[in-house]
């Protein structure tokens, strides 16, 4: 495992442009086959509880059929992890609150050969050729849970 992007990562603008939000992003390198976790750290202008930040989380992906909420208060599987994604189009996401920073910790979690690349590319020619968005894409991974 190694961090292969403290700061100044390329994906930050967009992070930020979407969001509204200052974010600190710090991505990391697992030798794996395949799989992305990336963290990033948004400090709050004003506190919010935990309730409000599943509204919020489940406002943002209430209408994107690839994107899960991952946040568990106990088992394996807690927060967004790679491995179960292997084999999927699905993006996980996930946050922790840390009140005494005023941060929130967004977490996300996919497969980058399906969800980063060829499954990005199939979905977007669905959209545009107006077919289902998740034509062909509806498979189950790789991993069993």
């Not at 086959?33 to 990033?40: D, E, P």
């Not at 709050?44 to 989380?57: D, I, V």
């Not at 568990?72 to 994604?85: C, H, N, Q, S």
Request: charged share 20%; aromatic share 6%.
């Amino acid at each position: 495992m190694r961090l292969y992007a403290a700061e100044g990562h390329r994906h930050t603008a967009e992070i930020e442009q979407e969001t509204g939000l200052t974010v600190g992003l710090s991505c990391h390198a697992v030798e794996a086959v395949r799989g992305v976790l990336a963290t990033c750290h948004a400090f709050l202008a004003q506190p919010l509880s935990e309730k409000e930040l599943w509204r919020l989380y489940r406002q943002a992906y209430a209408s994107e059929p690839f994107v899960r909420i991952v946040k568990e208060a106990g088992g394996v599987y807690r927060m967004p992890e790679p491995k179960i994604l292997s084999g999927t189009n699905l993006c996980d996401v996930g946050f922790a609150l840390d009140e005494h920073a005023g941060r929130v910790v967004a977490v996300a979690a996919l497969d980058n050969l399906m969800k980063g690349a060829a499954g990005s590319a199939v979905q977007s020619m669905n959209l545009m050729s107006g077919y289902p968005e998740t034509l062909g894409l509806d498979f189950v991974g790789l991993h069993p849970i």
